[in-house]
């Protein structure tokens, strides 16, 4: 049975541009038993709009038996810094006002988000990560905490690599401007009952095409045109996953964490990466996605090739990008063998 939680810290958050977050809170939810030496831990790291029910969108790889087995470790999946689902973010209300924060809210960067887990792990006195995981922006954070800590014992990088590229920068870019562009946006500031919600929407279909893969959207739509309509079958399901997201995500919340993604890159700021890097002897597996537009397998293949001591893995998926939280089948025996290869390594 899973517990969903919340922990406000103890001290103010200082993010990387030097705004202050009062009393910063994280969401996240746990499954399993912590044991005594706080070091069984599983964390799973969410994407962009992810939220901590990591038993739902993470389902496949999750459960008895399985990569993500509760019955054997203490799995927690936080929800991330600048979001909408109960951590500190946009629409968290603002101690100094008394009304949420909105545009308000500080820009974050994927270290933000990784610093302020790493404060929750250390005010719940966790000593120890058996394992990381995470796709997308959600592998972006299992990096950084590699990077920046010395708890992981092992990682699972999915459809990512060392750095957000142009590309990706200017997809992210093109979904912003459909949310800035809504005539209800008011620089960030607009009222519940009419927020941006057509931005938001067009924003979130620009993303789809990105995540999937063409060859993916002719098996599935092909040029078939919906019954009695006379607009093409895959119009309908990007105006329903546009649809679908404005019913649950915010739009400042989802400028933000764009452009947290864009901060990412493990070379900034780190003059001597090389010398970081060879400090990072865990074992690492970088999973590519054969028919990833969004994060080509080169990407992840050159990331595996900077991590001492990482090998690369690709998996065969017509979904694209997406294939992270579809294509649980190949996922499975990846995270499992590096759990026994860590397992025999320990005995």
Not at 173 to 187: F, G, L, M, S, V
Request: hydrophobic share 35%.
């Amino acid at each position: 049975m899973s517990k969903k939680r919340s922990h406000t810290l103890k001290e103010p958050f200082i993010t990387e541009s030097g705004a202050t977050i009062p009393k910063p809170t994280i969401a996240y939810q746990t499954w399993g038993q912590l044991n005594a030496a706080k070091d069984n831990v599983i964390l799973v790291c969410h994407a962009l709009t992810g939220n901590t029910s990591a038993d739902d969108w993470f389902e496949g790889i999750f459960g008895p038996n399985k990569a993500l087995d509760p019955r054997e470790y203490f799995i927690m999946c936080p929800n991330v810094l600048g979001s909408c689902y109960g951590s500190s973010g946009p629409t968290s209300i603002n101690p100094d006002t008394g009304k949420p924060y909105q545009a308000n809210f500080p820009e974050v960067t994927i270290r933000d988000i990784v610093r302020l887990q790493q404060q929750l792990f250390d005010e719940l006195n966790i000593s120890g990560i058996e394992l990381i995981i995470g796709g997308s922006m959600g592998g972006m954070q299992a990096l950084e905490w590699c990077i920046m800590d010395d708890r992981p014992k092992s990682a699972v990088l999915i459809g990512m690599g060392a750095k957000h590229r142009p590309w990706a920068i200017g997809i992210s870019h093109t979904q912003r401007q459909a949310i800035y562009n809504d005539p209800n946006w008011n620089d960030g500031f607009y009222s519940e009952e009419h927020p941006p919600k057509k931005g938001l929407a067009l924003a979130r279909m620009i993303a789809m095409n990105s995540y999937r893969h063409p060859s993916d959207f002719d098996q599935k739509f092909g040029r078939r045109l919906q019954d009695g309509q006379s607009n093409y079958e895959v119009e309908s399901y990007l105006n329903y996953q546009g649809e679908k997201l404005v019913e649950r995500f915010d739009a400042v919340s989802y400028v933000r964490l764009t452009k947290a993604m864009d901060s990412h890159d493990i070379r900034r700021s780190r003059p001597r990466i090389k010398e970081t890097l060879a400090g990072l002897t865990i074992p690492v597996k970088v999973v590519g996605i054969d028919s990833d537009m969004l994060y080509p397998p080169g990407e992840c293949h050159e990331l595996a090739e900077l991590l001492p001591n990482a090998c690369y893995v690709e998996i065969s998926s017509p979904h694209g990008h997406d294939a992270f939280l579809i294509e649980f089948g190949q996922l499975n025996p990846i995270i499992t063998s590096l759990q026994t290869e860590l397992s025999e390594q320990s005995v």
